[in-house]
């Protein structure tokens, strides 16, 4: 009888702590750095412990230190709930507490790796609109039957309501990770594994690795110097990581609309469901690329807080669809959020306004050039190129701006706000709930004063502080369409 009281009991412990390897998530990184060199040395000693527990004790205390220290916060951190709340503990003795009304979640999400899928662990993400920019409110890994559980618990709905979904066809899933994927963030992930692996095997593994890669290419192009074609490796190898990594984030994408919410499902590698109160999305944002808007495609993404936050993700209900769907898509998924026309656009009167700074961006690339050759005499064929190649994102931003001239733009109606701007390479039609700006500024240069034009800056502000900026309106009309709206500036 006893026996099964202890059973019971520590059930019902494990029933408030996280999985067990959340342990080894509480361990230092450099506990590996440790463990790795002593089973080298236990292996090189032929399994005499004895002797491995004399030479190395130092390190095995450390070890045991660490994974004890991981042990501890694991049995301190603990969560409770019931029908209409959960509160997390954390902490020496789980004295600070953390305690989230279900009322006030707008974004519950429950994601599960590769690595937690071999133990039927999860991690379950809890958000509000309360204002905490470095860290989820709640994040604890679970087992996955009780991270759905919670999950079900606090988006909780009316059965009887009717569903909306929409699902991306897989032509489309791999045209946008053709279109999203970036070099910058692929280099980012390859440095990273070329960094672990180096403090594990050799520190030199990445400057062998490219340099050997690099002289087995030269020997077919022996023209071009060998930290063009390392560089070339880079870029080319950065976008394939990320391109892969996009394909298997936002494949089999599904977004539902079930009463007050939407459900997004996606993944391969990580399985991920999220789900966001749909009164809480500030707003959405039709993003193109250049290449996007020439295809007539696009993306369409969303604002609620806990969304795709700080987890490498874009926090999208539409990964890619075409322009002629955009409005089925939106009337579907987000039917409350009205889309008003552009009131005030900009026109051929504003090209050069627009493409004024990248062409003498892209003007100074030549006396740059000139200035190189001169310092560097014997590096002419390697500056030429270098040149070449920075010139090519100049052309390609003024190119931009030639269509953006075209496409800026604002305009209101009773519940929303839209704005059609371009924001570096990308062009974006947000439309945003007029209840959720929280300020509109008029900007100006020295320049746009003295020629009568200026920018118009809307914001949102929650966890993070969200700014719009439509650029190059004549400043008159800009004041005039603000006041008829209510927004005096």
């Not at 994040?139 to 709905?157: C, Q």
């Not at 966001?276 to 609620?304: A, E, G, P, Q």
């Not at 953006?404 to 371009?422: H, K, R, W």
């Amino acid at each position: 009888m006893k026996q099964h009281k202890a059973m019971r009991r520590f059930r019902e412990f494990l029933r408030h702590r996280q999985h067990p390897i959340k342990i080894i998530g509480y361990t230092s990184k450099t506990m590996w750095l440790l463990l790795i060199p002593l089973v080298k040395y236990l292996v090189a000693l032929k399994f005499d412990i004895r002797s491995w527990l004399v030479t190395n004790w130092v390190d095995i205390l450390a070890i045991v230190a660490i994974f004890a220290f991981a042990v501890l916060r694991w049995v301190f951190l603990f969560f409770e709930i019931d029908d209409k709340s959960m509160t997390s503990h954390s902490g020496y003795f789980g004295l600070a507490a953390t305690r989230l009304s279900f009322e006030s979640v707008t974004t519950v999400c429950v994601h599960q790796s590769s690595f937690q899928r071999l133990f039927g662990a999860a991690t379950l993400y809890i958000d509000t609109d309360a204002k905490s920019v470095s860290r989820t409110d709640i994040a604890l890994v679970l087992p996955k039957k009780r991270a759905e559980h919670i999950l079900a618990l606090i988006s909780d709905e009316n059965t009887q309501a009717v569903k909306y979904t929409v699902e991306s066809k897989r032509r489309s899933q791999l045209a946008f990770s053709l279109f999203f994927s970036s070099t910058l963030s692929g280099v980012v992930i390859f440095a990273g594994l070329l960094f672990e692996a180096s403090r594990i095997v050799d520190r030199k593994i990445e400057i062998t690795l490219l340099n050997t890669a690099a002289g087995e290419i030269s020997k077919y192009t022996k023209q071009i110097p060998r930290f063009i074609v390392i560089a070339a490796l880079v870029i080319i190898g950065g976008w394939l990581l990320s391109f892969l990594a996009n394909l298997m984030r936002y494949w089999h994408f599904s977004v539902t609309r079930h009463g007050g919410r939407l459900t997004v499902r996606s993944g391969i590698w990580t399985l991920r469901h999220d789900v966001m109160k749909r009164d809480n999305i500030y707003y959405y944002d039709v993003t193109r690329s250049l290449l996007m808007k020439l295809f007539k495609v696009c993306t369409i993404n969303v604002y609620c807080t806990g969304y795709g936050k700080s987890r490498s993700e874009i926090p999208t209900i539409a990964p890619i669809t075409t322009d002629k769907e955009v409005e089925k898509t939106l009337s579907i998924l987000m039917p409350r959020f009205t889309r008003p026309s552009a009131m005030l656009t900009t026109g051929k009167r504003e090209i050069w306004r627009f493409i004024c700074i990248p062409v003498v961006v892209f003007l100074f690339v030549p006396v740059l050039r000139h200035i190189a050759v001169f310092i560097f005499p014997r590096w002419v064929s390697e500056v030429n190129i270098i040149a070449f190649i920075s010139s090519v994102p100049c052309v390609w931003l003024i190119i931009v701006k030639l269509f953006a001239a075209f496409s800026t733009g604002i305009g209101f109606d009773e519940n929303c706000c839209v704005l059609d701007y371009c924001k570096l390479y990308g062009f974006h039609r947000v439309v945003i709930r007029r209840d959720k700006i929280t300020r509109v500024a008029i900007l100006q240069t020295w320049a746009q004063e003295k020629k009568g034009y200026c920018s118009i800056e809307i914001c949102t502000e929650n966890e993070k502080y969200k700014r719009h900026i439509v650029k190059h309106l004549p400043v008159d009309a800009a004041m005039s369409i603000l006041r008829t709206n209510g927004l005096a500036v």
